[in-house]
């Protein structure tokens, strides 16, 4: 019932990425540290870029089956 | 005659004395009596024998089981009527009683008409709206904050309406990373406001286990009484009770339901609903983009601040060993400009092309190139690049790396660059 593929936090993506410029734009970093950080970065903005970038919204429909067992089905308007 | 039985004449007498009306007269008095005595009043009863003349104006009947009147209404009144005038519709009318003189019929002249049912609504609605409001369902404090990047949404509707596709379509303009979880329910009628309190208790029930959000309470546009289930008391009840915040889009712009009041937000329509729930992509994706640019510019500076540095220490020293970390970390950086450039715009749409910009400009600065043109970084013991002579003393051993390979030295001297 529970989606298949793992699901990208954007949010959470989003506020690690803000982090990072943060730290990167502070005082006194040493290149192999900077690197990382936009290494780390590049990675967070692409994994956002990843998770806007689903073709369609899904859509799926909750129903009782006659048991009166909530199922789950694709379902399209 | 002696006879006290009635004379023809006698209990009748005739004119004589009293006074002879004229019909016109009669009429006009009949109206004068019938307009003082009832002034304007309401009337409720079943319209039928409805006909519209070419000019507008409505002449029907108001009946009941075994009772009926005469009733008109001029179109001037019509025109500002709610309700279409319909034969076997129910209306409570307000009007004058008055008499028509020409043909001596007594009527109701209607200014205006409401369907029946509705002014029972009204009050139910007020008075359920006061209750809850006093019970604290209302209140701002206990509204909840819709989630800023929601993944699944549940949607409480009808499977067949318009306001389903309102909903999604608007939702899809903005955003697609989302699931939406359909619960069927009827959005009028007799049992849709149980069905409906049944389906918010549902998905609360399903909120793990789909991964739920928040919550959305639609239909489209209707009569009053189209949209009651979303005025009645039990579907209020399950929107407060609920975990899940819940979006409640009812009707069109002027409607305002009890679900309206409960829920943790009100929209106007089933199409602001689907906008209110989601973010719009184009705006995340600006503020990533951003926040690259930042990342690069920043990165860039750095290299651009060393090869300063670089330049002024320069040197003539020679070199054997690499050091692989600083390599490998090379060899990371443009692996990760390679992949990303491999992507391109394809993956990544416009911010691709940006990105792949960005990288290029970027690789323009990459340290490996520095070093390949000479230029090397210099660690002192504890391992902290050297941009500074004052961080180094006498006697230390420094470890210089260049291209291919690193060199190591004690330091015999420092010079310390006025101006800095």
Known sequence: MVSEEEKIDVEENLEKLEGIVEELEGEDLELERSIELFEEGIELAEGIQEGLSAAEVRLKKVIEDSELDLKVEDFDI | ?420
């Open chain 2, 1 to 420: 005659m002696g006879n006290t039985g009635s004379n023809p004449l006698g209990s009748d007498p005739g004119p004589g004395e009293e006074e002879v009306y004229s019909v016109s007269q009669l009429n006009k008095e009949a109206r004068y009596l019938l307009e003082k005595q009832f002034g304007s009043i309401w009337v409720e009863g079943e319209v039928s024998n409805l006909h519209v003349s070419s000019a507008g104006h409505s002449y029907f009947t108001l009946k009941e089981e075994d009772s009926e009147i005469d009733a008109v209404m001029f179109a001037g009144d019509a025109s500002g009527l709610d309700l279409e005038l319909e034969d076997g519709k129910s209306v409570i009318a307000r009007g004058t009683l008055t008499v028509y003189e020409r043909r001596g019929r007594y009527q109701l002249r209607v200014r205006e008409a409401r369907e029946v049912g509705e002014g029972k609504l009204q009050k139910r609605f007020q008075e359920l709206k006061k209750k809850l409001k006093q019970e604290g369902l209302f209140d701002e404090e206990v509204k909840q904050k819709l989630p800023a990047f929601p993944e699944a949404i549940g949607i409480i509707t009808s499977p067949t309406g318009a306001a389903i596709r309102d909903i999604v379509s608007t939702m899809a303009e903005r955003y697609k990373s989302v699931t939406g979880y359909v619960f069927p329910v009827k959005v009028q009628g007799e049992e849709a406001g149980e069905q409906i309190a049944e389906a918010l208790k549902k998905a609360n029930e399903l909120k793990s286990e789909l991964g739920l959000d928040v919550l959305i309470v639609s239909r489209g546009g209707g009569s009053l009484e189209d949209l009651w289930p979303f005025n009645e008391e039990v579907v209020a009840r399950a929107i407060f009770a609920s975990e899940l915040p819940v979006v409640s889009g009812v009707g069109h712009e002027v409607d305002f339901t009890i679900s309206d009041f409960v829920a943790d937000v009100r929209v106007p329509t089933p199409t602001a609903a689907g906008k209110r729930v989601v973010p719009e992509s184009s705006e995340i994706t600006n503020k990533v983009d951003t926040l690259v640019k930042r990342l690069g510019n920043r990165v860039k500076a750095e290299i651009r601040e060393r090869e300063v540095e670089l330049d002024r220490a320069r040197s003539s020293y020679g070199f054997r060993y690499p050091l692989r970390k600083l390599e490998d970390m090379i060899q990371d950086y443009d692996e990760l400009s390679e992949k990303l450039l491999d992507r391109g715009s394809e993956a990544l749409g416009d911010r691709g092309d940006r990105l792949e910009n960005l990288i290029e400009r970027l690789s323009l600065a990459n340290p490996t190139r520095l070093l390949r043109k000479g230029y090397s970084v210099t660690y002192g013991e504890s391992g902290r690049v050297i941009s500074d002579p004052k961080n180094v003393r006498t006697d230390e051993s420094l470890k210089t790396v260049l291209h291919k390979g690193i060199i190591r030295s004690v330091v015999t001297e420092t010079e310390v660059e006025d101006g800095e």
